[in-house]
């Protein structure tokens, strides 16, 4: 069983950054992690994922419309998943919240990479407002 328990988010200018937080308890080896958003009145969606069995290079996975703005990365030792987000506007304001499955990785021909399918642990999220 793995728990989640995200904070952070918080009120912003456009332009702005913030970093999430998602601590995860549990056994989560040889699982997906990911960060999905999910805005008022439209369908969630996946922003970023990595697998956090690889602890020597990141391997992450981005949706495009993040690319380039967002960084996901682990802190092993703090069992702790974070969402690094740059340059943030405000069609990026959306309840955000972090999630964990148990494999589902892709091969993507030089590693195991996760992406957006098929989580079923999810954490309580946490909201992130951008202001123009």
């Known amino acids: 069983q793995v728990q989640l328990a995200e904070s952070g988010g918080g009120s912003v200018q456009a332009g702005g950054s913030l970093r999430l937080s998602c601590v995860v308890s549990g056994s989560y080896k040889r699982h997906c992690l990911g960060w999905f958003r999910q805005a008022p009145e439209k369908e969630r969606e996946g922003v970023a994922a990595l697998n956090p069995d690889y602890t020597d290079i990141a391997v992450t996975f981005y949706a495009d419309s993040v690319k380039g703005r967002v960084t996901v990365s682990q802190d092993n030792a703090k069992n702790t998943l974070y969402l690094e987000m740059d340059n943030l506007k405000p069609e990026d304001t959306a309840m955000y919240y972090c999630?964990?499955?148990?494999?589902?990785?892709?091969?993507?021909?030089?590693?195991?990479?996760?992406?957006?399918?098929?989580?079923?642990?999810w954490g309580q999220g946490t909201q992130v407002t951008v202001s123009s």
């Open positions: 999630a964990a499955r148990e494999g589902g990785m892709h091969w993507n021909g030089r590693s195991w990479e996760c992406r957006f399918n098929d989580y079923n642990y």
